[in-house]
């Protein structure tokens, strides 16, 4: 599978942006993670393809959205009320299995990233 992620730019604290991760075939599980300088990868939230079923991390709850079009098999992220601590290169990511893993090295398939930087 091969992702290719967009849609990523610079936004003042309290906007919005969406990030599209584009699959080159339907994958199991999508994620996006993200990782700011000098900090470890960290997940944001991921879906089953099939089902729908999310999951978000606590920093992503009530303020960011995922959807997926299975017809252009494409995962997106929605993103309001954006931050400063936002900011970070974020990856979208894939793997097999019916589990939404909140772990990277659990991902065999990662997109190129995109920069997300959130001005205050």
């Known amino acids: 599978v091969q992702l290719q992620a967009s849609g990523g730019g610079l936004v003042q604290a309290g906007g919005s942006l969406r990030l599209s991760c584009a699959a080159s075939?339907?994958?199991?599980?999508m994620g996006w993670f993200r990782q700011a300088p000098g900090k470890e990868r960290e997940f944001v939230a991921g879906i089953t393809w099939r089902s729908g079923r999310t999951n978000y991390a606590d920093q992503a709850q009530d303020r960011f959205t995922l959807s997926r079009d299975t017809a252009k098999r494409t995962l997106y992220l929605q993103m309001n009320s954006l931050r400063p601590g936002d900011t970070a290169v974020y990856y979208c990511?894939?793997?097999?299995?019916?589990?939404?893993?909140?772990?990277?090295?659990?991902?065999?398939?990662w997109g190129q990233g995109t920069q997300v930087t959130v001005s205050s």
């Open positions: 990511a894939a793997r097999d299995g019916t589990m939404i893993s909140v772990t990277p090295i659990t991902y065999t398939y």
């Open positions: 075939d339907a994958p199991y599980v």
